[in-house]
């Protein structure tokens, strides 16, 4: 059974930090940790198996690994219909560079993104690339934050994803951020078919790695 994606605007939906979610059509979970792997920016790292983990004993085990959570970079890895999954968890903010090259070879990849607890405030982000192409990306909020400024990418994607939020309702300055960020991800997720699994993501063990620099 496969969720979509409107869970993870629930506050603290995967764990304390906010989320940091790859979703990847067309490669296997080993292919999208490599790559993932080659985009961490300003370090060639490697990856490191570490069996199966629940978000909280993978943070148990940065936290022990390196003497604290937040310190290095775990990966949790798992499929969903056509979709292959990665959640990071530990030191990810803005520790990737762009994700173009992830869809190298006629990948699809879709990046969500969500620094919760960062003090600014960061609002969360999603982009969709194919091919090395960014094909869309916008801020969940769809507010004037952080320079917003509609949707952004390949003009007929975009075009199309910008209207189907607009007839959501969004951008709305009096709306709840919590509610457009929701009525976002519902919108992207219909639009591209997205699925995520809450239950194994936020109760089960997954396979995960490290990131770690060689």
Excluded at 51 to 61: A, W
Excluded at 64 to 74: K, L, V
């Amino acid at each position: 059974m496969t969720d979509g994606t409107i869970w993870l605007a629930a506050p603290r939906s995967i764990t304390f930090g906010g989320y940091h979610v790859v979703l990847a059509r067309g490669l296997t979970p080993d292919e999208l940790a490599a790559r993932l792997a080659a985009a961490v920016d300003g370090a060639e790292c490697g990856v490191v198996a570490v069996g199966e983990h629940t978000g909280d004993t993978l943070l148990e085990l940065i936290d022990d690994t390196y003497g604290d959570a937040f310190a290095a970079i775990g990966l949790r890895l798992g499929r969903a219909g056509d979709w292959t999954y990665a959640v990071a968890y530990g030191g990810w903010p803005g520790e990737f560079g762009p994700l173009e090259p992830v869809s190298r070879g006629g990948a699809h990849v879709c990046l969500l993104e969500y620094e919760e607890e960062n003090g600014k405030p960061v609002p969360p982000q999603f982009a969709y690339f194919h091919d090395g192409r960014l094909l869309s990306a916008c801020n969940l909020h769809l507010d004037a934050s952080w320079g917003y400024t509609g949707v952004d990418g390949d003009p007929a994607t975009a075009r199309r994803l910008q209207d189907l939020l607009t007839a959501a309702g969004l951008p709305d300055p009096e709306r709840n951020r919590g509610e457009a960020h929701r009525i976002a991800l519902g919108v992207i997720e219909r639009f591209f078919g997205l699925s995520l699994p809450r239950t194994p993501i936020v109760e089960g063990a997954l396979p995960s790695v490290l990131l770690e620099p060689r």
